[in-house]
């Protein structure tokens, strides 16, 4: 179809019910994102209502998205920067996932915090997380910095053992040896490996108020520990995290995952793009992508740069380095995509 014989049109939504700023946010930065995403679409947002003039084609699209971000703001949260390009690249499917409590059937809130905050799954990979740890007992979450593959693991843990699903959670981190031994690191064995448990600990006490984390952390309800300290065990009702695995040699991925006890469930969260192994080892959460494909009960979700919950120049920093990431690390689903657009 020609410029000239495409067809344009006007429509308008209707905001009802919520603020001008809880949904475009300061100085209108989410009118700008929906600007970028629909650049022939002219967006006019006056008093409970906001105008559309474009392509029939984008504004059937720019409206899906736009009666999302409604639907999210209706809900009582602002919406974020993140949800507005979630909702872009789902063409506005993500306020309706986000409604669904896998486990409840209602809620899009994984739980609050004890200051009353809710933490929810913002982006559609956190989504995946969300859902597919309600159905598989194993779940790879793998995906760059910044994508929330901790906290919303941690928070997913936390709601299980509030519901009674678990009696413990273990939290469990790779000790690596980053540059310096262990040995010459200040202080007894604990002090040495706090440093690479410290962020669990920040996840934990975003949380959970302070009292009842310790309480938990000395009835060993909630045990963090470097991985080495899972060898021997087996972990019933629990649910389990392995944070950082890309620093998990195959060995001692295996060890991990036979841990696993009777109803059990475990998130194994790691980018594949920043491990800190010596380069005679294959990272244990490379291999695993080959060797566990299509097992049920085991589900792998791959988060990327349009996950990225932290600062944008974030998402831009992650695309540049992907330009240079060897082909034997890259995640499967990066491999696949890789494939298609050659054979394309």
């Given at each position: 179809m020609t410029e000239n014989t495409r067809s344009y049109s006007e429509d308008q939504i209707s905001t009802e019910g919520v603020s001008h700023v809880q949904l475009f946010g300061l100085n209108d930065e989410n009118l700008r994102l929906l600007d970028q995403a629909f650049p022939e679409t002219r967006f006019n947002a006056r008093g409970e209502r906001?105008?559309?003039?474009?392509?029939?084609?984008?504004?059937?699209?720019?409206?899906l998205v736009i009666k999302g971000m409604v639907e999210v703001a209706i809900r009582g949260k602002?919406?974020?920067?993140?949800?507005?390009?979630t909702l872009i690249r789902l063409n506005?499917?993500?306020?309706?996932?986000?409604?669904?409590?896998?486990?409840?059937?209602?809620?899009?809130v994984i739980l609050y915090t004890h200051r009353g905050e809710p933490v929810r799954?913002?982006?559609?990979?956190?989504?995946?997380m969300f859902t597919?740890?309600?159905?598989?007992?194993?779940?790879?979450?793998?995906?760059?910095?910044?994508t929330g593959k901790t906290y919303t693991s941690v928070a997913l843990a936390i709601k299980a053992l509030k519901e009674r699903k678990v009696q413990k959670i273990i939290l469990a981190r790779p000790a690596v040896e980053a540059g310096e031994t262990l040995g010459f690191l200040p202080g007894d064995l604990r002090e040495k490996i706090d440093p690479y448990l410290r962020p669990l600990y920040d996840a934990l006490e975003d949380m959970l108020d302070q009292e009842k984390l310790?309480?938990?952390?000395?009835?060993?309800?909630?045990?963090?520990a470097p991985l080495a300290y899972m060898r021997g065990r087996t972990l019933n009702n629990a649910f389990v995290i392995l944070d950082e695995a890309q620093n998990a040699t195959k060995t001692q991925m295996k060890m991990f995952l036979t841990r696993i006890g009777f109803n059990s469930r475990a998130i194994i969260t790691g980018d594949v793009t920043q491990t800190d192994l010596p380069q005679k080892y294959e990272s244990g959460l490379i291999?695993?992508?080959?060797?566990?494909?299509?097992?049920?009960?085991?589900?792998?979700?791959?988060?990327?740069?349009?996950?990225?919950v932290r600062h944008k120049l974030v998402k831009d920093i992650i695309n540049a380095y992907d330009q240079y990431i060897p082909e034997e690390v890259r995640p499967?689903?990066?491999?696949?995509?890789?494939?298609?657009?050659?054979s394309d």
């Open positions: 906001v105008k559309l003039n474009g392509p029939d084609t984008q504004i059937a699209q720019a409206r602002d919406v974020l920067e993140g949800d507005v390009k506005g499917k993500t306020p309706k996932a986000l409604t669904i409590d896998p486990y409840t059937g209602k809620g899009d799954a913002k982006t559609s990979g956190q989504i995946q597919s740890t309600a159905k598989h007992d194993i779940v790879f979450a793998i995906g760059p910095a910044g310790n309480l938990n952390l000395q009835k060993n309800i909630i045990e963090i291999s695993i992508q080959r060797i566990l494909q299509g097992i049920n009960g085991i589900d792998f979700v791959y988060l990327d740069d349009g996950d990225v499967v689903s990066m491999k696949l995509s890789s494939s298609k657009k050659n």
